[in-house]
């Protein structure tokens, strides 16, 4: 079993930047982040797994992942934050062999015009 622990959501501006964090409790291969707006299914933002990234063309330039194999950490840097990057942001994980997914309690991120 796996726990992730988010931190770093809240309120900013539009045009502002936000980061947020998750820590695994274990080393895992596979990490990312998914987001759920009000009444819209939950889609992926982006993912890193064993270097390589992958992003949803919406915030391909602007948002940023980024992983610390030492802390077992992921990081989700988000800058030139617009409206309709408002939700509650998951943290994913995946593990190996077996394919194993885990997720994060969820942290809200609110982009104000």
């Known amino acids: 079993q796996v726990q992730l622990v988010e931190s770093g959501g809240g309120l900013v501006q539009a045009g502002g930047s936000r980061r947020l964090s998750c820590a695994a409790s274990?080393?895992?291969?596979?990490m990312g982040w998914y987001r759920q707006a009000p009444g819209k299914q939950r889609e992926l933002v982006a993912t890193t797994s064993g270097g390589s990234t992958n992003y949803v063309d919406s915030v391909k330039g602007r948002f940023t992942i980024s992983k610390d194999n030492a802390k077992n950490t992921v990081y989700l840097q988000m800058n030139s934050l617009k409206p309709e990057d408002t939700g509650l942001y998951y943290c994913?994980?995946?593990?190996?062999?077996?394919?194993?997914?885990?997720w994060g309690q969820g942290t809200q991120v609110t982009v104000s015009s």
């Open positions: 994913y994980a995946k593990s190996l062999p077996f394919g194993s997914e885990y």
């Open positions: 274990r080393s895992i291969f596979t």
